[in-house]
């Protein structure tokens, strides 16, 4: 089942999906070898050299992370590499699944010990196909396919290192999260989660952050993005992920337009921007100020509401309020 919210737009696997991925991946994988790579989508594969077939009959030696991507490893240096973008997602089915369907574009077929094991089956749900599988050989070519990005959570890495990368362009610290060459695996939804943990506000300067700010959000993304690991991999347990959303219930903000904040119990609030909307607590985040909706207050010309107590008036009042339309749905395809 794939989540879409209002405006049209899938939610993209971000670092805990991706992470709870691999581990299933390494799990239900060990010990195997791939068959065969089925194509059901030529426009899938983005690499010529090496040839798919090169990979067939290799070993698998693991899987791991490299920003949004996932890497299959294979004997003789040959990887997989897979960008699921928007609205790529995996299931693992019976050997030699049927790869019917129209939102079906691949196959990896693996056997263990010379024994069918399973499918790999990749899909893609909507018209416009965005994913992406290369076929690399050597550290140098699958390093081509690393955004750059901090791995928060390398035990390694250190509040310095994440000041380095946040204050490395001055960007909104929404925008700085989000860029895969500044942070790794970092999308829209736990941006969101990251900013309303660390009560700030997602239009803050990263050149204006102070040491004290950019602590606070060191350790709120380094604990929201291990909490959610740690939630989806309860979630799947011995299985294999099968409701990879940004939308999720459990979420403080994100996704949860006009909900109560868990926190203190006013509205959620959005802002919407281009085919996308993110979403904060004003109480929170921003001491009560309303964030502009760029499209809505240039329709309103100046009478945007700054305050939830003002919105809250003009509601009583029976006025049209910033957002007023419907709230996001989710519908599956």
């Not at 294999?240 to 403080?252: D, G, H, I, L």
């Not at 959620?268 to 993110?278: G, Y």
């Not at 003002?310 to 029976?318: A, F, K, Q, V």
Request: with cysteine; charged share 25%.
């Amino acid at each position: 089942m794939l989540c879409i919210d209002v405006r049209g737009v899938a939610p993209v696997p971000e670092l805990p999906d991706i992470h709870v991925y691999v581990e299933s991946l390494e799990r239900v994988l060990r010990g195997s070898a791939l068959v065969r790579v089925r194509l059901v989508s030529a426009f899938l594969l983005r690499s010529v050299d090496p040839p798919l077939d090169a990979l067939h009959g290799r070993a698998f030696r693991g899987a791991h992370r490299l920003g949004k991507r996932i890497v299959l490893r294979f004997d003789g240096d040959l990887h997989l590499v897979l960008h699921l973008m928007i609205a790529g997602r995996l299931q693992w089915k019976k050997p030699d699944a049927s790869l019917g369907g129209r939102i079906v574009l691949a196959g990896f077929d693996f056997e263990r010990d010379g024994v069918p094991l399973g499918t790999l089956v990749l899909t893609e749900a909507g018209s416009t196909k965005r994913a992406r599988l290369h076929a690399v050989r050597g550290a140098a070519a699958l390093a081509e396919h690393d955004p750059g990005g901090l791995e928060v959570l390398d035990p390694d890495v250190e509040v310095a290192d994440f000041a380095a990368s946040l204050r490395a362009e001055n960007h909104t610290l929404k925008r700085a999260l989000t860029d895969p060459s500044l942070f790794s695996g970092i999308g829209n939804a736990y941006s969101d989660e990251i900013l309303h943990r660390a009560r700030l506000s997602p239009f803050i300067r990263t050149a204006a952050a102070s040491d004290a700010v950019v602590a606070r959000l060191f350790e709120a993304t380094r604990a929201v993005l291990a909490e959610w690991i740690e939630r989806l991999r309860a979630e799947v347990g011995d299985g294999f992920p099968s409701k990879v959303t940004a939308f999720r219930p459990e979420m403080a903000v994100h996704g949860r337009y006009r909900e109560p904040c868990p926190v203190c119990g006013d509205p959620v609030q959005r802002v919407a921007f281009a085919k996308r909307e993110f979403n904060y607590c004003a109480t929170c985040q921003t001491g009560g100020k309303l964030l502009a909706d760029r499209a809505l207050s240039n329709l309103m010309r100046g009478d945007w509401p700054r305050t939830l107590e003002e919105l809250e008036l003009r509601r009583r009042r029976g006025r049209e309020g910033p957002g007023s339309g419907t709230s996001r749905s989710d519908t599956s395809q």
